[in-house]
């Protein structure tokens, strides 16, 4: 059964007919071109999907597109304007918290939501909000450290 929505991505519009059992990361990766929303795990443990839904950090692999209607998302791709990265992805760059960079969507988005939340968490504060991450590669310390930079803590 198809159903008709509504989502606005990244600041744009756009009106979709969706699955009943589609996912939100299937809609942004295959319908919208947005491959910055990676899918691994498809049981929302790895965090590597995670979008922000009205600002709140969200593992799309897992919420129905359906669900989203009405919805304001931002995906990794929403993150820059006019061709200029944020601070938080300066700092993940300088401070080498990208290796394979499979993990790194989630991460931004994740820690883009902490920020927005809290503009100078500390490390503990970090590591809490970043618990439904996995990174297989950094070990996690430059991506803390990077988060911290970012918060004017580093």
């Keep these: 059964m198809a159903v008709e929505i509504t989502l606005t991505v990244n600041g744009k519009p756009h009106a979709l007919e969706v699955g009943s059992t589609e996912m939100l990361v299937e809609v942004l990766r295959d319908r919208l071109g947005l491959v910055g929303t990676n899918r691994d ?19 799309s692999c897992l919420l129905l597109a359906a669900q989203a209607d009405g919805a304001k998302i931002t995906t990794v791709e929403g993150l820059e304007t006019g061709g200029k990265l944020t601070s938080l992805q300066e ?23 902490l920020l927005a939340e809290n503009p100078k968490p500390n490390r503990d504060e970090i590591r809490d909000a970043l618990r439904g991450n996995i990174c297989r590669c950094t070990g996690y310390a430059k991506i803390i450290d990077a ?3 970012a918060a004017g803590r580093g």
Excluded: W, Y
Aim: hydrophobic share 40%; net charge negative.
């Design 91 to 113: 700092a993940f760059m300088r401070h080498g918290a990208v290796q394979c960079g499979f993990c790194t969507p989630g991460f931004l988005m994740t820690a883009t939501a």
């Design 41 to 59: 795990c498809a049981q929302g443990i790895c965090g590597a999907c995670t979008v922000l839904m009205e600002g709140k950090p969200v593992t």
């Design 147 to 149: 988060v911290e930079d």
